[in-house]
């Protein structure tokens, strides 16, 4: 059964730090894209930061530089290291794998995602 797993939202002040983490089950980890997407009531879900399965990263211009995604495909688990926080971050953050590729000499796309972990910034 394909699973993705995040943990490690929460409650913090605005300037504080949390480290999100995506475990993935089920699934050839080290095949897909991977990313964190985040979503607050009665907006569209948007894009955090993406990592391909070469570790290339694209980061959304309103976290560059204060938010780093890495993964470890051993662990099979994707992170978001979130620093400098603020009420603007406040959201449910999704995990999402992607693949696209040939498998068994046939074209195959898998998107897989979370059910989220909540982060709060508020003093």
């Known amino acids: 059964q394909v699973q993705l797993v995040e943990s490690g939202g929460g409650s913090v002040q605005p300037g504080g730090s949390l480290t999100l983490s995506c475990l993935g089950r089920?699934?050839?980890?080290?095949?897909?894209?991977l990313s964190w997407y985040r979503q607050v009531p009665g907006k569209e879900r948007e894009l955090v930061a993406k990592?391909?399965?070469?570790?290339?990263?694209v980061y959304a211009d309103s976290v560059k530089g204060r938010f780093t995604i890495s993964r470890d495909d051993l662990k099979n688990t994707l992170y978001l290291q979130m620093n400098s926080l603020d009420s603007e971050d406040t959201a449910m953050y999704y995990c999402?794998?992607?693949?696209?590729?040939?498998?068994?000499?046939?074209?195959?796309?898998?998107?897989?995602w979370g059910s989220g972990t909540q982060v709060t910034v508020a003093p």
């Open positions: 999402k794998a992607e693949f696209q590729g040939l498998v068994g000499g046939s074209w195959s796309t898998n998107n897989y």
């Open positions: 089920g699934f050839i980890f080290g095949w897909y894209d």
């Open positions: 990592i391909s399965t070469l570790s290339r990263k």
